[in-house]
T-cell receptor, first 111, second 113 residues
């Protein structure tokens, strides 16, 4: 079983729609959580961190449920430019501080 | 541009050849990571340096892979006796000691024929 699991999608939504992605992680020792965005043939870039209290950045809202070990990302009023792969990421505070990536959820926003 | 720089951007090689990739991290970042990504998958952790010390190496990395970071600055990733299964995008990332945010380079796309 992968440490971070995501629905690969694709999620195909019209402009203006609200779309939500979930991600589950298996290691209860995971301490930090992020969503990264990756455009086709480009490197991943940090979209937002995910805090226990939930956090919002414009049209994007991220939430963390430690008890159920899942993370969510909500995108409101989808734009064409939101089309990308969204990678769920967790870290463990061991010696490496490494980020562990899910396989990503692909989003396609159509006109 | 003071971002993470990787070269070459693309490398095509024949099976059995050795290849070496270079990564120049953001100058003040002491942490450097190598990841590998194949189509439809997220980046997979390969190895991690804190300054010049290689602190962790993934079990994914066979003995044919070696990475160095002399003097804690740039890093190289070498693959010996390449195999077709090594074909992937090799991503380098760096971060500072005070922030978990990773900054990725554009990657080196390796194709083994």
């Amino acid at each position: 079983r992968k440490e971070v699991e995501q629905d690969p999608g694709p999620f195909n939504v019209p402009e203006g729609a609200t779309v939500a992605f979930n991600c589950t992680y298996s290691n209860s020792a995971s301490q930090s959580f992020f969503w990264y965005r990756q455009d086709c043939r480009k490197e991943p870039k940090l979209l937002m961190s995910v805090y226990s209290s939930g956090n919002e950045d414009g049209r994007f809202t991220a939430q963390l449920n430690r008890a159920s070990q899942y993370i969510s990302l909500l995108i409101r009023d989808s734009k064409l430019s939101d089309s990308a792969t969204y990678l769920c990421v967790v870290t463990r505070m061991d010696s490496s501080y490494k980020l562990i990536f899910g396989s990503g959820t692909r989003l396609l926003v159509r006109p | 541009d003071t971002g993470v720089s990787q070269n070459p951007r693309h490398k095509i090689t024949k099976r059995g050849q050795n290849v070496t990739f270079r990564c120049d991290p953001i100058s003040e970042h002491n942490r450097l990571y190598w990841y590998r990504q194949t189509l439809g998958q997220g980046p997979e952790f390969l190895t991690y340096f804190q300054n010049e010390a290689q602190l962790e190496k993934s079990r994914l990395l066979s003995d044919r892979f070696s990475a160095e970071r002399p003097k804690g600055s740039f890093s190289t990733l070498e693959i010996q006796r390449t195999e077709q299964g090594d074909s992937a995008m090799y991503l380098c990332a760096s971060s500072s000691a005070y922030n978990e945010k990773l900054f990725f380079g554009s990657g080196t796309q390796l194709s083994v024929l």
